[in-house]
């Protein structure tokens, strides 16, 4: 469970390797953004599960890279979700969840890197996810930004929820708008 002290979110990472699944090492967002692990700790293998159930089957599964991603994709799906952590998490987070269960939809949410592909050649995000539904018999999913959206450098599900908020919001300001001069 994602818990606060201070000033500090405190993220989980649980290796569902393990049975049962262990608390290995948590993450830690500071104010600013700013993550740190544990230094030292396990990071490959472990990843934070957003909305998953315990004791109930599961008929579709999300991968995403990082915490605020994947409650993104949680509240955009409904469905449970493991955060990663960092996209060369992914292939080993994919495997995971492919043997503990099995023939579930299983889906991996990719980040699309496009500004850093435009400078160094590099999709880091599009290439780790493709890659990790290639070694786990899974989807892929990819946030359907405009190319004016990917210039302005958005690039994950986290910034797709985020615009649809601001769209949402927009629109119900211009209804507003509407109704009063047609009032």
């Not at 909305?51 to 109930?56: A, D, H, M, S, V």
């Not at 099995?102 to 699309?112: H, W």
């Not at 990819?142 to 302005?152: C, H, R, T, V």
Request: net charge positive.
């Amino acid at each position: 469970m994602v818990r606060v002290a201070g000033e500090l979110l405190i993220i989980p990472l649980v290796d569902y390797s393990q049975t049962p699944p262990q608390l290995i090492n948590v993450q830690t967002i500071n104010p600013k953004g700013i993550k740190r692990f544990i230094t030292g700790g396990k990071v490959t293998g472990l990843c934070c599960p957003i909305g998953l159930p315990i004791n109930e089957p599961i008929t579709r599964l999300y991968i995403a890279e990082g915490f605020s991603t994947a409650v993104s994709v949680h509240q955009i799906t409904g469905f449970p979700v493991l955060a990663a952590m960092n996209a060369n998490n992914l292939t080993p987070i994919a495997k995971i969840a492919r043997q503990l269960w099995g023939d579930i939809e299983l889906v991996i949410a990719g980040d699309d890197d496009y500004l850093t592909e435009r400078k160094t050649g590099t999709n880091t995000g599009k290439e780790k996810a493709l890659s990790a539904a290639a070694s786990s018999r899974a989807k892929t999913a990819f946030p359907p930004f405009s190319f004016e959206q990917k210039l302005a450098g958005l690039t994950d599900w986290n910034d797709y929820a985020q615009t649809q908020v601001k769209q949402a919001q927009v629109k119900q300001a211009q209804d507003k708008n509407k109704k009063e001069v047609s009032a």
